[in-house]
Structure formats: structure tokens, C-alpha cells
């Protein structure tokens, strides 16, 4: 269901790049979610070309971005266990 609804958003063709751009990533942590990965471990790379992107461009273009954010997230995620 989750990868319907991402697929759902996606399926416009006609974003500006910049808008794509932000979808691609605004949807990175959906498509790895544990249970789509199950279903299909390539849904990320799929969509970025579907919408008509380059994901390693698209990924060091916004890699400062990434790691802050997901490691960020990553660590809260451990304090939170700790306590």
C-alpha cells in the first residue's frame, strides 16, 4: 500500500525538475521502508527514472542534505532505545 501511494504521487510526468527532484527525495524513506523493500528492493531507483532523473546525480547533489538528515534521524532513533 505504501508503494501504491508513493507510485500514486509520482505518476505525473510533467514536474519541473526541481519539483521532481523533491518528490524523488521526499519519498527515498517510503520506498526503503522495510516492508516495500520485501516487495521490491528497487522502487527508489525506479522511480527517480521514471521521473526522468539521474539518482547518483540527484543523490551528490544533495548528499550534505542527506547525511544530516538521515544520520540526524538515525541517532535519535538510538537515543530513543536507550531510554
Given at each position: 500500500?505504501?508503494?501504491?501511494?508513493?507510485?500514486?504521487?509520482?505518476?505525473?510526468?510533467?514536474y519541473?525538475?526541481e519539483?521532481?527532484?523533491?518528490?524523488?527525495?521526499?519519498?527515498?524513506?517510503?520506498?526503503?521502508n522495510?516492508?516495500?523493500?520485501?516487495?521490491?528492493?528497487?522502487?527508489?531507483?525506479?522511480?527517480?527514472?521514471?521521473l526522468?532523473?539521474?539518482?547518483?546525480?540527484l543523490?551528490?547533489?544533495?548528499?550534505?542534505?542527506?547525511?544530516?538528515?538521515?544520520?540526524?534521524?538515525?541517532?535519535?532513533?538510538?537515543?530513543?532505545?536507550?531510554?
Amino acid at each position: 500500500m505504501i508503494l501504491d501511494c508513493v507510485q500514486a504521487l509520482c505518476s505525473y510526468k510533467g514536474y519541473k525538475v526541481e519539483d521532481a527532484e523533491r518528490l524523488a527525495l521526499e519519498a527515498l524513506p517510503s520506498t526503503h521502508n522495510p516492508l516495500v523493500e520485501a516487495m521490491n528492493n528497487n522502487s527508489w531507483m525506479k522511480l527517480v527514472a521514471y521521473l526522468g532523473l539521474d539518482a547518483g546525480r540527484l543523490v551528490n547533489r544533495y548528499l550534505t542534505q542527506l547525511k544530516q538528515q538521515y544520520i540526524a534521524v538515525q541517532c535519535l532513533f538510538f537515543v530513543a532505545l536507550a531510554l
